[in-house]
C-alpha cells in the first residue's frame, strides 16, 4: 500500500495523464484498505497483517526496524486516510496549474500519512508524518489563495517546531532507558515500560514535551493559531488531507505513546491538559461564532473539535478512548466533506464571506443538501458517524470527570449547533443575489462522486459503528493494561 | 420481524423520496401516504396484540471495562407505547391523505413527503424505545426532521431563522437531557428505562438532592422539545413551516414526545422525587397560563392556536409533575385529535383565503365554507372543554389532580380554562362570523374532499375521543383510573362549567360582530417582550463575547507569537521561495538526513 502512491507519483513525473493516475492509485489503496479491513480479525486484539525487518542498524544507536502493521486503532485511520485521499484527489479542478507536481504532492501526503500510522517504528512514524508535512507547505504556498505566503510560513513554523519539540520528546524517551534496553520499536518499548516503568520526573518531562510537539500538530489551545488561516490559504483538497487526516497524527501519537508507554506522567499534566482542552472548545467556540468567513470558520470548527478528541484521551478509558478512534475517522470524514464543499462554494461564486452569500439552494441543491448532511454530522446528529464517536467521549469522560467539566463540555454541543447552521442559513437559505441566478450545482457523476463516497462512509459508520468497534475496543483495551 | 415494517416503512420512504423521488412528485407522494398507512396497520396489529415485538440487537456494547456502556436498538411496549403509536401513525396517516390537497401545487412536494416520512421513522422511534441512549438519537432525529419542515420554505428569510431558532432552542433543552441520561446511567450503570433489582435499589438510595438534580436534568429535554418556558419562543416561529406540519409535528405529536418521556420516566426517575415534581408541575402551570394570556392579543390563526398548543402542553407537564402521568397521557391523546383538527382547519381556511393568516382580514366565513367551518367549531368546543366533548373529560382530569395537593395550580389550571375558552370564541368569532372584511374573505372556495375527509374524521375523535365507553383513559392508566369518586369533584366540575361559560359568553360579548379589537393589551399582543429580551440579552451577550474572543485570538494569541518571530518568519519566507522550485526529494532528503544527525547527536553520547 505504501508502494502505490510511490508509482503513481512516478507514472505521474513519467507525463502520465496525472489526475487519472492519481484517482487510479487512491482507488487501488482504497481497495486495499478495505481488503484489509476483512482480513483483519477481530479475535486477535493485537498488531497483525504486518512486516518486520531490520533497517539498519548505524552503529551507536538501537536498531532501526521496518515495522509496519495494523491493530485495531491505526486500520480505521487507514481506511480513512484512503477514503479522504481519493476524495480529494478527485475533487481537484481539472485546469489546476502545475497538475503533475500538485498531484504527486497529494499522493506524497497520503504516503506519508499512511506510513505514519501503520508503523511501529518511532523513527518511521516521525519521519512519514514529516514527509506529509513538506508536501503540505508547499502545496499551500504555491496553489493556495488569499495570504497564502503569511498563512503558508506560519503554518510551517508552528509545524516544524511542534516536530522538534516532539522529536525531542521522543529522543528524551528512548534516553531514559538504560542502553541495553534502548529501541525505537513501540511494541518492544511498551514491554519494557510496563514491567518496570520510569520513573515520575523523567515521565513528566517527556510527556510535556510531547503535548506540546503533539499538541501542536493537533492545535491544541493556545498552540492553534496556524489552524484556521492555514486552511482558508490552502486549496480545498489540501485542507481535506490534512485537516481531515494529517491532523490527527498528533492524537494518534498521544494514543500510541504518551497514554501506554507513560501513563503516570500522562496524568500529572491532565489539570493543564483540561484546561487546554475547555479552551479548545469553549473559547475556540466562541472564536469560530465570530467568523465571517466560511473557509476560517470550518477552520476554526476543526480546531473546537479537537477538544473533545482531547477529552476522550485525557479520560483514558476503554469506552472514551473508542470513542476518540471513531471520532477521528468520522470527524476526519466530515471535515474533509464540509472543506470539499466549500471549495465548491467559493469556485462557483468567488465568494467566501457569509455577508455576500445566500439563497444557494435553490440554484444548487445537490451542494445544499450534502452541505447540511456534512453540518449535521459536524454537530453530532445521529445517524451520522461523528454522533457515536462523540457519545462515546461524553460517557467516558463523564465516568472520569463528572458533572462540572462535562457541563462546560457539553455547552460546546450548542455552540457547535449555533454556527455551523448560521453558516448553513447564510449560505444556502434566503434571498439569492442576483449574480449568483446562474451559477450551476455540482453535477454528474464525477464531480459528485467524491462527496456521496464521504457521505455514505459517514451515514454507514453512523448506522453501524460497531463494525468498526469491534475492532478498536479490543486493541483499546490491550493499550490500556 | 413484521413490527419492524413500522420504522423501516417510513425509512425507506424518507430515503427513497429525498434521494432519487425528489422531481417524481406523484410518487413520492404515493411512496409516503402508502408507508404510512403501512405504520398505521402494524400500530393497529399490535394494539390487538396480533403480532409480536422485534428482537433487540445491540448498536454499541463496551463492556468488561471500567466505564461499560451497551446501548441496543429494542423495543419497550405497554398500554401507554400502543395508545401513543395509535395517535402518531393515525393523526400522522390524516395528515398525510390532508397534504396531498394542501401541497398540490407547491414545486417540493416530493422533499416534502421525503421529510414528513422522515419524521414519522423518527417520531415513532421514540415511542418504541427502551432505553435513553435510542430515545436520544431518535429525538434528535425529530429535531432535524422538524428543523427541515419548519425551513421547507427556506428562500423566505422568516422560515429560516424559524427553523434555526427551533433546532437551538432544542439543543439548549437536550444539552441538559444528555447531562440527565449520562448522570442516570452513572447511577444505574445502564441506560435502560427498565431496571434490575440491583440498578434500582442504587437508584432509590440516592440523596434527594441527587434525584431532584437528575429529575431536573431530565426534564430539561422535555422544555425544549415541548417548549416549555423559557424555551418557548420557537413554537409560534415555526408556524412559518407548512400549515400540516404544523398540525402533525407542533401541534399533535412531536411537541407531545417531552410529555411522553417525562411519562416513561416517571417511574423510577421522577416517582423518587418530590422536588423534580415540583419544579415541573410549576414550570408547567405557568406555560399552561403564560401562553393562554398571550394567545389571547394574537391575530394570526395559526399564531394563536400555536399558543394555545404551548398552554395544552402545560397543562399535561403539570399532570406529570402533580404525579398523574396517566392524565397526563389521556390529555395528550385527546389534545392530539383536536388540535390537530383545528390546524388542518386553520390550513383549510389559509388554503381557501390563498394564504390569508391574520383574521381580522377574515369574517363571514361560516356560511361559505360550511365543512370546515362546521369542523373547526367542534374542534373549537372540545379543546374549550365544553362539556361532553374530548378536552372537557381530559382537562378535568388534570385539574382534579391538581385539587388535593397543589390549590394554587388548581386555580392556575381554571382560569388557564377560562382563558381558553375565551381566545378560541374570539377566533371563532372574529374569523368565521360578522361581516366579510376584506376582499378575499367574500370569495372563499370550500376545500377538495381529500382535505375534509380527515378533517370530519378527526372532528368525530375530537367528540367522543373522552367517552369512557372507549376507553381511552382506563386503557392508558392500566384499568386504575378512579372515575368520578375523588375529592372535589362535583366542584371542579361545576366550576370548570363556570369558567367555560365565562370565557366564551365575555368573548361573544367583546367580539361579535366587531370591525376590529376593542382590547390592546400590548404586554400580551408582543408576547411579554420575551423575544425581544432573549434578543437583547443572552443573544448579544454571546456574539460579544465571541468578537472579543477572535480580537484577542487574532492579536494576542496569533499576533504576539508571530510578531515575535517575525525575524525568524522573513528568512523562512525566503526559503520557503527557494522550494517553489517543487524541488521535494531534495527537502524531504534534507530531512531525514537531518533527523538522522539529530539521532546521532543525540543519542551517541
Known sequence: MLLIPLVGIGLILLKSPPKIVAIAAALLNFTFSLVALMQFNSQIAGVQLGLNIPWVHLPGLPEIRFHIGLDGINLPLLLLTTTVTLAAVSVVPNDIKRPREFFSYLLFMSLGAIGAFVSFDLFFLYIFHEFALIPTFLLIGIWGTQNRQFASMQLTLYLTLGSLVLLAGVLALVLALPVQLRSFDLLVLQRHLSQMPLNDFSQQTIVGFLLVGFGTLVSLFPLHSWAAPGYAAAPPSVAMMHAGVLKKFGLYGLIRIAVPLLPQGFDAWLPILLVCLLGNILYIGFVTLAQKELQTMLGFSSVMHMGYLFLGIAATNETSLSGVILLMVAHGLSAALLFGLAGEIQQRTGENRFAELGGLAKRAPFLATAFVIASMASIGLPGLANFPGELLIFFGGWHRFGLGIMALVLWGVVLGAVYQLRAVRKVFFGDLPARFESITDVTGTAQRGPYVLLIAALLFLGFFPSILLQVITPAVKLLLN | ?605
Open chain 2, 1 to 605: 420481524m413484521a413490527s419492524g415494517w413500522l420504522l423501516f416503512a417510513p425509512l425507506i420512504s424518507a430515503l427513497a423520496c429525498l434521494v432519487w423521488l425528489r422531481r417524481k412528485h406523484d410518487l413520492a407522494m404515493f411512496l409516503s401516504v402508502g408507508t404510512c398507512a403501512i405504520s398505521f396497520a402494524i400500530a393497529v396489529a399490535l394494539f390487538v396484540g396480533a403480532i409480536p415485538v422485534p428482537q433487540p440487537w445491540n448498536w454499541i456494547s463496551i463492556t468488561g471495562g471500567v466505564a461499560n456502556l451497551t446501548v441496543p436498538i429494542g423495543w419497550y411496549v405497554d398500554n401507554t407505547t400502543k395508545m401513543m403509536l395509535l395517535v402518531v401513525t393515525g393523526v400522522g396517516l390524516l395528515v398525510h391523505i390532508f397534504s396531498i390537497g394542501y401541497m398540490a401545487h407547491d414545486e417540493g412536494r416530493g422533499r416534502f413527503f421525503g421529510e414528513l416520512s422522515l419524521f414519522m421513522f423518527s417520531m415513532l422511534g421514540i415511542v418504541v424505545a427502551n432505553n435513553f441512549v435510542m430515545m436520544f438519537i431518535f429525538w434528535e432525529l425529530v429535531g432535524v426532521s422538524s428543523y427541515l419542515l419548519i425551513g421547507f420554505w427556506f428562500q423566505k428569510p422568516a422560515a429560516a431563522e424559524a427553523a434555526n431558532k427551533a433546532f437551538l432552542c432544542n439543543r439548549v433543552g437536550d444539552f441538559g437531557f444528555l447531562m440527565g441520561i449520562l448522570m442516570y446511567w452513572s447511577i444505574t450503570g445502564t441506560v435502560m428505562f427498565q431496571l434490575n433489582a440491583a440498578s434500582a435499589s442504587t437508584l432509590a438510595t440516592q440523596t434527594s438532592a441527587t434525584l431532584t438534580t437528575l429529575g431536573v436534568l431530565l426534564f430539561c429535554g422535555c422544555v425544549g422539545k415541548s417548549a416549555m418556558v423559557p424555551l418557548h419562543v420557537w413554537l409560534p416561529d415555526a408556524m412559518e413551516g407548512p400549515t400540516p406540519v404544523s398540525a402533525l409535528i407542533h401541534a399533535a405529536t412531536m411537541v407531545a414526545a417531552g410529555v411522553y418521556m417525562l411519562v416513561r420516566i416517571f417511574p423510577p426517575v421522577l416517582s423518587a422525587s418530590v422536588g423534580a415534581q415540583e419544579v415541573i408541575a410549576t414550570v408547567g402551570g405557568f406555560t399552561a397560563l403564560f401562553a393562554a394570556l398571550i394567545a389571547t392579543q394574537q391575530n394570526d390563526i395559526k399564531r394563536i392556536l400555536a399558543y394555545s398548543t404551548l398552554s395544552q402542553l402545560g397543562y399535561m407537564v403539570m399532570a406529570v409533575g402533580i404525579a398523574a402521568p396517566g392524565a397526563a397521557m389521556f390529555h395528550l391523546t385527546t389534545h392530539a385529535f383536536f388540535k390537530a383538527l383545528l390546524f388542518l382547519a386553520a390550513g383549510s381556511v389559509i388554503h381557501a383565503l390563498h394564504e390569508e393568516q391574520d383574521i381580522w382580514n377574515m369574517g363571514g366565513l361560516w356560511k361559505k365554507i360550511p365543512i370546515t367551518f362546521a369542523t373547526f367549531a367542534l374542534g373549537t368546543l372540545a379543546l374549550t372543554g365544553f362539556p361532553g366533548f374530548a378536552g372537557f373529560f381530559s382537562k378535568d382530569e388534570i385539574i382534579l389532580a391538581a385539587y388535593e395537593k397543589f390549590p394554587c395550580l388548581y386555580a392556575i389550571g381554571l382560569i388557564t380554562a377560562a382563558l381558553t375558552a375565551f381566545y378560541m370564541f374570539r377566533l371563532v368569532f372574529v374569523a368565521f362570523f360578522g361581516p366579510a372584511r376584506t376582499e378575499k374573505a367574500e370569495h372563499p372556495h370550500e376545500s377538495p374532499a381529500v382535505m375534509t375527509a380527515p378533517l370530519v374524521l378527526l372532528a368525530i375523535l375530537s367528540v367522543i375521543g373522552g367517552w369512557s365507553i372507549l376507553g381511552i383513559h382506563s386503557y392508558i392508566a392500566g384499568g386504575h383510573a378512579a372515575e368520578g369518586h375523588q375529592p372535589g369533584h362535583s366542584l371542579t366540575l361545576g366550576l370548570s362549567i363556570l369558567a367555560f361559560a365565562v370565557g366564551s359568553l365575555s368573548a361573544y360579548f367583546l367580539y361579535f360582530n366587531k370591525k376590529s379589537d376593542p382590547i390592546r393589551i400590548s404586554l400580551f399582543a408582543n408576547k411579554f417582550y420575551i423575544d425581544e429580551i432573549y434578543l437583547n440579552g443572552p443573544v448579544k451577550f454571546q456574539q460579544a463575547i465571541a468578537r472579543i474572543l477572535a480580537w484577542v485570538d487574532n492579536w494576542i494569541v496569533g499576533g504576539c507569537l508571530v510578531r515575535g518571530t517575525a525575524f525568524v518568519s522573513n528568512l523562512t519566507g525566503e526559503a520557503l521561495r527557494l522550494f517553489q522550485t517543487g524541488s521535494l526529494q531534495a527537502y524531504a532528503f534534507l530531512f531525514s538526513f537531518g533527523t538522522i544527525l539529530i539521532l546521532y547527536f543525540t543519542l551517541l553520547r
